[in-house]
């Protein structure tokens, strides 16, 4: 199984003791592969979340109009955790986003794109509403303070992680999608393998 986790490029250097919450975070992801696996559980490809609750977040989106997963009730939602210069898997899991729409039809209209910056010592509003509004003008970028950063994280189990590159950096995280109906109800986390066919099937199943 690929893990859902990015691997440090070569020559990164970590420190040699293991991070005690990055432990956590990881045994806390191994929980949630485990949910959803009862007999009456929806055929999925992805990770059935039905039996988790529900995390939040307190951001701002890139006009600086203060943001909670509630604003967003009535629709539902594909959540992402990235920053702007990664260099494949948030482009790769954007322009995934954008098929996956293509692929529901009439029933894309209602599904709401967030993408969450663990980088906003970097992604300031202008570079995260450019970033977002090159793959889809209707995606929405929210970013926060470190600590706002760090809650939204801890509250979706999601792990990330500054990874000195020579003289900069770049950000271990967690590579899944999440995604929320429309009672803002967590419901199912899409694999970063996944198809774009795979997540629409997905998508189908739960909403």
Same mark, same amino acid.
């Given at each position: 199984?690929?893990?859902?986790?990015?691997?440090?490029?070569?020559?990164?250097?970590?420190?040699?003791?293991?991070?005690?919450?990055?432990?956590?975070?990881?045994?806390?992801?191994?929980?949630?592969?485990?949910?959803?696996?009862?007999?009456?559980?929806?055929?999925?490809?992805?990770?059935?979340?039905?039996?988790?609750?529900?995390?939040?977040?307190?951001?701002?989106?890139?006009?600086?109009?203060?943001?909670?997963?509630?604003?967003?009730?009535?629709?539902?939602?594909?959540?992402?955790?990235?920053?702007?210069?990664?260099?494949?898997?948030?482009? /790769? *899991? %954007? @322009?995934?986003? +954008?098929?996956?729409? =293509?692929? &529901?039809?009439?029933?894309?209209?209602?599904?709401?794109?967030?993408?969450?910056?663990?980088?906003?010592?970097?992604?300031?509003?202008?570079?995260?509403?450019?970033?977002?509004?090159?793959?889809?003008?209707?995606?929405?970028?929210?970013?926060?303070?470190?600590?706002?950063?760090?809650?939204?994280?801890?509250?979706?189990?999601?792990?990330?992680?500054?990874?000195?590159?020579?003289?900069?950096?770049?950000?271990?995280? /967690? *590579? %899944? @999608?999440?995604? +929320?109906?429309?009672? =803002?109800? &967590?419901?199912?986390?899409?694999?970063?393998?996944?198809?774009?066919?795979?997540?629409?099937?997905?998508?189908?199943?739960?909403?």
């Amino acid at each position: 199984m690929h893990s859902p986790f990015l691997r440090a490029p070569a020559g990164a250097t970590r420190a040699a003791a293991p991070d005690p919450r990055r432990r956590l975070l990881l045994s806390s992801l191994a929980l949630l592969a485990l949910a959803g696996c009862g007999p009456d559980a929806p055929k999925l490809i992805g990770m059935d979340l039905s039996d988790m609750p529900t995390g939040d977040f307190q951001l701002q989106d890139t006009d600086g109009r203060e943001r909670r997963l509630a604003d967003y009730r009535g629709q539902p939602v594909m959540l992402f955790f990235g920053f702007t210069q990664c260099p494949d898997i948030c482009p /790769t *899991a %954007l @322009t995934r986003a +954008i098929e996956i729409k =293509g692929l &529901l039809g009439a029933d894309a209209e209602k599904l709401k794109v967030l993408f969450i910056t663990v980088d906003p010592e970097r992604d300031t509003p202008e570079i995260l509403r450019a970033y977002t509004q090159a793959f889809d003008p209707g995606f929405v970028g929210l970013r926060g303070t470190a600590e706002q950063t760090r809650a939204a994280a801890q509250s979706f189990k999601v792990f990330y992680q500054k990874v000195p590159t020579g003289s900069s950096y770049t950000m271990d995280h /967690t *590579a %899944l @999608t999440y995604i +929320i109906d429309a009672e =803002g109800k &967590l419901r199912l986390a899409l694999r970063h393998q996944q198809s774009a066919q795979e997540c629409a099937q997905d998508l189908r199943t739960v909403l």
